[in-house]
């Protein structure tokens, strides 16, 4: 079984601020996908990574995948409240499964 | 386009009762997603269906768990009997096959009293 660990579990942090937060696995991904979930909604895709090493943005959002294929980082820049969810990560093995992780809720106060 | 419709949107039963859930995906994914999630938790994949084929149910409890997309369209999943412990918020999503990035409806959220 493919587990992926996020962290931190819990982050309340200031509008404005910067943070980060974490997604481990120590198994490899075929790539790995990045969601936000708010209350009451099903999970919304905000990106897919595939190559180790690879960089994406999303306006305030940035996204790293470890160059192992291991390990993907979320950076947000600048934390609005409107940012505020459970971001969550999922990672696609090479048996087709998408497995995710047990996510971070992100809570950021005006 | 009209994004995966779930319903009901809420459920509250009884224990031992049976309960069932709905789901329309987007048109033209052939790929269907069950998946359950507790509170404060990551969604964990019940069943996923490519068409009408059941191609991955290996984390399906099956003695009180089943699940069916006969036109390889619409999908029911259907708990009986239901126990305390599977309250949750049952979640369906649908892709493109080959692709593995599903469209999440909004979900059932199950209490089961």
């Known amino acids: 079984t493919q587990l992926l660990e996020q962290s931190p579990q819990f982050l309340s942090i200031q509008e404005g601020e910067n943070l980060t937060v974490y997604c481990n696995s120590s198994?490899?991904?075929?790539?790995l996908q990045w969601y936000r979930q708010e209350p009451g909604e099903g999970p919304v895709l905000l990106v897919t990574?595939?190559?180790?090493?690879e960089v994406k943005k999303l306006k305030r959002l940035t996204f790293q995948f470890g160059d192992a294929r291991k390990d993907s980082s979320l950076h947000i820049t600048a934390a609005q409240p409107g940012d505020t969810g459970l971001y969550l990560c999922a990672g696609l093995f090479g048996n087709e499964k998408l497995t995710f992780g047990t996510g971070t809720r992100l809570t950021i106060i005006p | 386009e009209a994004g995966v419709v779930q319903s009901p949107r809420y459920k509250i039963i009884e224990k031992k009762q049976p309960v069932a859930f709905w789901c329309n995906p987007i048109?033209?994914?052939?790929?269907l997603y069950w998946y359950r999630q507790n509170l404060g938790q990551g969604p964990e994949l019940l069943i996923r269906?490519?068409?009408?084929?059941?191609?991955?149910d290996s984390q399906l409890p099956k003695d009180r768990f089943s699940a069916e997309r006969l036109k390889g369209v619409d999908s029911t999943l259907k708990i009986q009997p239901a126990e305390l412990g599977d309250s949750a918020v049952y979640l369906c999503a649908s892709s493109k096959s080959g692709q593995f990035s599903p469209t999440f409806g909004s979900g059932t959220r199950l209490t089961v009293v």
């Open positions: 048109s033209g994914h052939n790929t």
């Open positions: 198994s490899v991904f075929s790539s």
């Open positions: 990574v595939v190559t180790g090493g």
């Open positions: 269906y490519e068409n009408e084929e059941a191609v991955d």
